[in-house]
Structures are given as C-alpha cells and as structure tokens.
C-alpha cells in the first residue's frame, strides 16, 4: 500500500509556471507507475500525465504536450509535474495516482490517490 500527497498548487497568471509535487510513503515506490489526473469545475476527472516505474516512458493528454513534463525520482519516493505556459483551461484540483501496472490513462486503473491540489490561472 503507498500514501501519497500532493503539494506545490497555487494561483499563478496565464502564461506562468508550477511545478507540483507528490510525495509517496513506503519503500516499494519503485513498484508502482506514476499519473497525474485533474478534475474541473463541474468535469468529470481527466488523464494528464503518467510515468513508468522506471521514468523511462512518458504518456501525455495532447493538450498538455510540449508544456506539461511528468518525471520521477525514486531515491526520493517522488514524482513531480513541470507545468509551463499555464491556460485558464488548466485550472484544476491535480491528484497524483499510483497503479502496480503498466502507466495507463485509465482513471480507474489506479488503486491509490492523493488528496489533490488546486491550480487555479488567472487570465
């Protein structure tokens, strides 16, 4: 079983950065395929991000691409999400998720949750 917890959300402008973080507990954090997900206001709850146990492969939402950089550090139990050049449209509670299997878009493929951090962008 891993706990996770989310921290690093926060009011930013339009076209600013974040970077949010998710800290795992337990030794076995290399066990598990990483995703981050968000949920709007009045949506359901939308992949993001996700990593390999490993961090050698990335899967992205497309409108995130090219802005938004998922990695790992597994000395450290944690997984983090560069975000960049940040929309209106990317405000959100972001939840970071943990799965034993492969990393996948799934939402209900994720057996474990963070309580979730607000990224709210002003335009």
């Known amino acids: 079983q891993v706990q996770l917890v989310e921290s690093g959300g926060g009011l930013v402008q339009a076209g600013g950065s974040l970077r949010l973080s998710c ?13 981050w997900f968000r949920q ?6 939308e992949f993001v991000a996700a990593i390999s146990k ?6 992205y939402l497309d409108s995130v691409k090219g802005r938004f950089t998922i990695s790992r ?3 450290k139990n944690t997984v983090y999400l560069q975000m960049n050049s940040l929309k209106p ?13 492969i990393p996948t878009r799934r939402v209900g493929a994720y057996a474990y949750w963070g309580q979730g951090t607000q ?5």
Request: aromatic fraction near 10%; proline fraction near 2%.
């Open 54 to 59: 490993s961090g050698g492969s990335t899967y």
């Open 23 to 35: 800290a795992a507990s337990g030794r076995t954090f290399s066990s598990y395929a990483m995703g």
């Open 40 to 45: 709007g206001p009045g949506k359901e709850r």
């Open 119 to 123: 990224v709210t962008v002003s335009s």
């Open 89 to 101: 449209e990317d405000t959100a509670v972001y939840y970071c998720a943990a799965t034993t299997n």
């Open 73 to 75: 550090d597994n000395a």
